[in-house]
């Protein structure tokens, strides 16, 4: 038990930063699931957080979509008039706040999102 010593993870680069938080903001730069799920089959063999931030976003734009289209047989209730600016502004808010998480170099874990990929 005295041999065990913790060793700090890697600090990722800046290019790493630089490569989560687009990959979160991906929906507002207009290429939606597509950049998230490009970077992670490329970085995916890699160890860093990149494909962990590419992977989290994946999963929380194809949730998104989910939740989106689970929304609109409600229109027809009125329901689904009220839910789409909640998933809106609900999914704005949330791919912020992972940007700045990931360009502090930590990986941000959306709520109420369905793991796809693990």
């Known amino acids: 038990m005295d041999d065990l010593q913790l060793i700090p993870a890697p600090r990722p680069s800046s290019d790493d930063k630089v490569l989560g938080l687009i990959c979160h ?3 507002l730069l207009g290429v939606g699931i597509i950049l998230p799920l490009v970077v992670y089959l490329v970085k995916k063999q890699d160890a860093g957080q990149v494909s962990e931030h590419a992977k989290e976003a ?10 989106a289209a689970c929304a609109v047989p409600l229109v027809f209730l009125g329901v689904g008039l009220l839910l ?7 999914s704005l808010v949330l791919a912020i706040i992972a940007a700045v998480k990931a360009s502090e170099g930590v990986v941000y874990r959306y709520p109420a999102c369905i793991r796809f990929i693990s």
């Open 25 to 27: 903001l991906s929906s």
């Open 58 to 67: 994946l999963n929380f734009h194809l949730s998104v979509l989910i939740y």
């Open 84 to 90: 789409f600016p909640v998933i809106a502004i609900g």
